[in-house]
């Protein structure tokens, strides 16, 4: 087995369904036989209410990032083999702040998975709406970068700002931030959806995933329901794309 594949979901914009992605992603990989870890850097906390239910857990990503706690003592399982996690909290919406002037702070989320990452075959970090600390932590500890992007009016207005920032990481720190691929969601089968489309290939080319994710019900219910959505609707629209993107990201990463 190859090294450790650490992918940051990242996009600045607000619902454009990272979370989303990053749970169905780490249930597909974990149900393909790999070894899955999450990790929840958002102070909102959706991939951690997801996949637990509740928001009890102690220690989190904040004890790891502000007070020191190994990352090893942050991980829990979850109730589906194989896949594992981070959880985050509501204060770490202060890690702005706190980190603020803390030496080395871009790197610590990095140190911290850098004893466990071989525990896994695929780490996969969601990320806050926004370009803090947070997630330029996560640009700097991962591997790949994969951008989901919302099929949606205004799409690619914010990704300028996106791409400078990762431009400036790579410029000033030294790290290769590759895009993995870009995962288009919430496909309306709409003009509008389909305009979109054209321009966000337009702008990635072949870094686009061919499966699109469609807007189905079914993905939203499925973790209102803290389920999986492989479980809970397996017919669905929204299952049954989750597993050709499953397919399409072994095919990208291991050549399968
Ligand atoms: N394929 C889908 N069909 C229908 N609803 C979806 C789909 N994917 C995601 N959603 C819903 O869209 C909303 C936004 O998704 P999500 O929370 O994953 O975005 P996000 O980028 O993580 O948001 P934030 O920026 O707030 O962290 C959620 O309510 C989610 O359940
Ligand atoms: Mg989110």
Redesign the pocket.
Known sequence: MQSTRIFALC?N???????????NLGYGLARAGRRVLLVDT?A?S?TTYSLLGNLEQEPTLFDVLINGTKLADAIVETGEPNLHLVPSSINLSAADLLMASAPGRERKLMRALTPIKENYDYILI????NLGVLTVNAFIACTDVII?I?LTTYALIGISILESTMQELRDNLDVELPIFGVVA??DDHTRLSNNVLGAVRDHFGSLVFDTV????????EA??QIACIFDYAPMST?AQ?YTKLVKEVLHRAEGI
Not at 13 to 23: A, L, S, Y
Not at 126 to 129: M, Q
Not at 213 to 220: D, G, L
């Open positions: 996009n914009k607000g619902g454009v369904t990272k979370t989303t992605t990053t749970i958002d909102q959706n969601d990320t806050p709406p989901p919302a969601n919430l994710i469609p807007r189905n019900i079914k993905v939203e973790h209102n929204g794309a």
